[in-house]
């Protein structure tokens, strides 16, 4: 099923920051769910945030390692890579929201066909090696891809990570049901919560 609700906008751009103020997005999904469906510690550090970008307008700038900055970098060339190796057209987009709403989005590094996404990672070698060896969707990026999955309504989302001079990883990722079950109940009362903090700091 192809998204419905979508925002063809240029990521990072400050159009794109702004449309993103104080909505639940994928990347940091793992502050509201575990990758095992429980409650993340981190939820209401989370709740404040995205309470205090509503409220003020203004985006809360997060950390960016240098290896962050880096893998910013090296998107295009990665997704270039992926285009070269799997044969595929890689389209870029800005922004898809679960429903009308508009408060729960995911920012895919690509769409591949109207049921299928794309997650890119540019890492370091030491990790690479590590992703290469386990040879599965690392664990710190399941709540990541299932959000995405959730959020589409795709069949399938491919994480695809590189690194120059070692070889990519290509790894197949289908919807978890169970997962997106706990995902909508807790997604739900996030939101929820997150309007009534609105309103009562807000009058």
């Given at each position: 099923?192809?998204?419905?609700?979508?925002?063809?906008?240029?990521?990072?751009?400050?159009?794109?920051?702004?449309?993103?103020?104080?909505?639940?997005?994928?990347s940091k999904a793992n502050q509201i769910i575990t990758s095992t469906g429980g409650r993340s510690s981190s939820r209401r550090g989370y709740l404040y945030i995205l309470a205090a970008e509503i409220l003020t307008g203004e985006r809360v700038e997060s950390y960016k390692s240098k290896a962050m900055e880096m893998g910013n970098d090296r998107e295009d060339e990665s997704r270039s890579l992926y285009e070269l190796i799997s044969g595929e057209t890689v389209t870029q987009?800005?922004?898809?929201?679960?429903?009308?709403?508009?408060?729960v989005l995911c920012s895919p590094d690509g769409i591949l066909t109207e049921e299928r996404g794309l997650e890119?990672?540019?890492v370091l070698p030491k990790t690479q090696i590590q992703y290469l060896l386990n040879n599965k969707l690392p664990t710190e990026y399941i709540v990541q891809v299932q959000f995405s999955l959730y959020v589409t309504g795709f069949k399938e989302w491919i994480f695809f990570s590189y690194c120059p001079n070692l070889s990519p990883l290509t790894i197949k990722v289908l919807p978890d049901l169970e997962f997106h079950k706990k995902l909508a109940v807790e997604l739900?009362?996030?939101?929820?919560e997150l309007k009534t903090i609105v309103k009562k700091i807000g009058g």
């Open positions: 099923m192809s998204p419905i609700f979508m925002d063809d906008i240029i990521q990072q751009s400050d159009e794109w920051f702004q449309a993103k103020l104080g909505k639940v997005s994928a987009v800005g922004l898809v929201y679960k429903d009308s709403n508009k408060d890119l990672k540019n739900s009362l996030f939101v929820e």
